[in-house]
C-alpha cells in the first residue's frame, strides 16, 4: 500500500502530538495486516474529528485516523488520486473452520445474534399478532415500522417464473405441478380470481434438485426478490425477530442422559401456521394454466399459510411453540418447548411408561393446535409399535439427530460424514481443513483428536501456506497420524 502518512505531514499545527493509528514513516510503502469493512467500522470509531488545513483526522480505538487531502495548498486531483475499492468474500474453507471453532462454545456462550426485535416485543407480538381459529393458528406479517413502500414486482416475477417453466424438462415439469396441486389440496395455497396486479407483492420462485426419488425437486420462493436496486423485497419489509433456538447442547444432554430416547418431527410446520387474511395478498404468485405447455397463460395464487424462505418464519414458528407451553400447562407441553429445534423433536424420558404417555400428550396436544408429528424414532418397543400402529413411524433405524446419526436398535451415534484414509501424495491446507471441519461433533467425543487437528491447521497458517500449495515432508509427516486418528473416530459408535 502506497504510503501518504509521512513525517512532514504530521507536522502540521492540527495533528501535532496527535496518537495516529498508524505511525509516520518515510518508507513509500507499507503492508495492510487487517483490514476492516465499512459493516464494522463503526465499532471502532468515536465521536470527534479534528480538522484544519490538510487531512482531519478522525478518533477511533486505534488511535487517530487521517482522511482528506495531503496537501492543504494543492488538493489532490485526477492526475494524482488514489482510488481503493476492495470486495471481499470468504471461501467456503474458511467459514467451515469458523464453525468448527465456534462448536467449542456450545452451551457455554450467549448467543447475542442480531436482531431487529428484542425478546420483550418478540412476547408482545405473540400476545397481539398471533391467535387460534377454528383449531388452527393464525398469524399476521410482523412488518417492520415504517418501512419503505412494497413494489408488487409483477413485471420481473412474470420474467423469472416464465423463464424457469421454460427451462424445465417435461418431467421436472410435471413434478412441480404435482407440487402446487399438492399445496392446493392441503390448503396451503388458493388462487386468485379477478386479481389486481396492482395490489400485494409477487414472489418469482425456482425448483432445488432433492436426492428423492418420490419428490426430485422441491419449490423455494424468492422473498428477497427486488423489482430494482432502490426497492425492498418483501424480506426487507420484515422482521427478522429473534431466533430463540433452544440451546442444542442441553436438548443434546436430556437426549443421552435419559434411558428411553424420543424423536420425532413437526410435518410442515411452517406450513401449518396460517396467515392472516390481510397479509395473504403479499405472497402472490404465478403459475401455468396449464403444466403440459411452458407458454401457457399464468393463473395467480396465494399463500394461505407463513411460507419457508420469508425472513419471520422461524420467528413466527417460535411465537407458536412459547404459545403452546403458556397454554397447555402439561410437563409434556413444557418438555416440547425446551426439546423442539426448528422443527426437530429430540429428547428422552426415564422408562418405557414414560414414553407411551409422552408419545400420547404430545400428539394430543400437536393435532389439537393444528400440527401433527411424525417419523417417531425410539429405543422403546412400545413406542415403536404405537407409531407403527398410527403410520408415523419412521422405518429407517438409523436416523439423523441434530448434526449425527442415532441407531435406535443399538442405542448407538456415530458421524454423518465418515474422513476417508489419509492421502500423503498430494497433501494441501485445503484438504487440511476440509476433512477437519467436515467433522461435526457436538458432544465433543473427538475433542482430543480435533484439538491436534485444530494445532495443526495453525502451523499452516503460521507458515503462510496457500490453499492448493503442497505440505512438505516434515509437515506430512505430522498430519498423517492426526489424520488417521480421525478418520478412526469418524467411524466410531458411541454407546450411552
Known sequence: MKNFIKKPLVDLPHLRGLPLAHHPSDASSFEISVLIGADHSLGFI???????????????????????????????????????????????????????????????????????????????????HLRIDDGKYVAKLPWKPDHPPLPTNYQISEKRTRAMVRRLKPDLLNAYNR???????????????????????????????????????????????????????????????????NDMAAILLRFRLNETAVISDIEKAFLNVRLDESDRKFTKFLWLSDPSDPESNFKVYQFKTVLFGAVCSPFILNAVKTHLEKHNATLTSTDLKDN?????????????????????????????????????????????????????????????VLGMRWDSDSDTLTYMKKTQPPSNDFVTKREVAQITAGLFDPYGYLSPVLVKAKLFIQELWKRKLDWDEPLGDDLIKQWSPIATDLRAGSHDTFSR
Open 340 to 400: 423442539i429445534y426448528v422443527d426437530n423433536v429430540v429428547t428422552g424420558v426415564q422408562n418405557a411408561t414414560d414414553a407411551v404417555k409422552y408419545y400420547n400428550d404430545a400428539n394430543e396436544i400437536m393435532t389439537a393446535s393444528g400440527f401433527k408429528l411424525r417419523s417417531w424414532s425410539s429405543n422403546s418397543d412400545e413406542v415403536r409399535s404405537l407409531a407403527k400402529r398410527d403410520r408415523t413411524l419412521e422405518m429407517n433405524t438409523n436416523v439423523g
Open 46 to 128: 468515536e465521536n470527534e474529528v479534528i480538522e484544519g488545513p490538510g487531512p482531519y483526522a478522525v478518533k477511533s480505538k486505534f488511535g487517530y485516523l487521517l482522511s482528506g487531502p495531503t496537501n492543504a495548498r494543492n488538493n489532490l486531483n485526477a492526475a494524482n488520486a488514489t482510488i481503493l475499492h476492495i470486495a471481499t468474500h470468504s471461501m467456503e474453507e474458511e467459514t467451515k473452520l469458523q464453525t468448527l471453532w465456534d462448536l467449542e462454545t456450545i452451551g457455554i456462550r450467549n448467543e447475542e445474534q442480531s436482531t431487529d426485535t428484542k425478546v420483550s416485543e418478540f412476547e408482545l407480538f405473540r400476545d397481539t
Open 179 to 245: 407440487i402446487i396441486q399438492e399445496q392446493i389440496s392441503f390448503d396451503f395455497i388458493e388462487e386468485v380470481s379477478d386479481d389486481d396486479v396492482t395490489r400485494g407483492h409477487y414472489l418469482p420462485h425456482r425448483s432445488v434438485k432433492k436426492d428423492s426419488t418420490t419428490t426430485p425437486i422441491r419449490v423455494v420462493y424468492d422473498c428477497s426478490c427486488r423489482q430494482s436496486i432502490d426497492s425492498p423485497s418483501l424480506n426487507d419489509c420484515l422482521q427478522t425477530g429473534p431466533a430463540l433456538l
